[in-house]
């Protein structure tokens, strides 16, 4: 997997502005932050992506990918405000969960998820080489 970065631009902070990939490719449906048993455990922002972030890690561990297999993500939420100022904790979770890898993302506020508990949804599309 490589980042892709026009010459001049700067290197985007938490993100890469495109991924080139080649392999069999793993689509998540839209994940949300709640627990095996399908209960909110967190209701904060930054603990309900954290747990999303898990829920993605395993659901791609079952085919044998790995957070270094993701080459992008759709993420979904309900406040672009509490996003903004869950920045810090996120980040942290983040570099726990995912590590130092920056797939291309997209952040989208929306007015609400179907889960209506949920404070936040990702889609993932990983790409495992062959």
């Known amino acids: 997997m490589k980042p892709l970065c026009p010459p001049g631009w700067p290197r985007p902070k938490g993100y890469s502005n495109a991924m080139a990939a080649r392999g069999r490719v793993v689509m998540t449906?839209?994940?949300v932050g709640?627990?095996?048993q399908e209960e909110f455990a967190e209701t904060s922002?930054?603990?309900q992506f954290a747990q999303t972030l898990r829920n993605i890690v395993a659901i791609l561990a079952c085919d044998g990918a790995t957070p270094r297999n993701i080459a992008r993500l759709t993420c979904y939420v309900t406040s672009i405000d509490e996003y903004l100022a869950s920045l810090k904790d996120i980040g942290a979770a983040w570099k726990e969960i995912i590590g130092p890898h920056y797939p291309a993302m997209a952040l989208v506020e929306v007015v609400r998820?179907?889960?209506p508990l949920a404070k936040v949804e990702i889609e993932a599309t990983a790409v495992i080489p062959e």
């Open 34 to 36: 709640w627990n095996e």
């Open 113 to 115: 998820l179907v889960e």
């Open 29 to 31: 449906a839209g994940v």
């Open 45 to 47: 922002l930054a603990g």
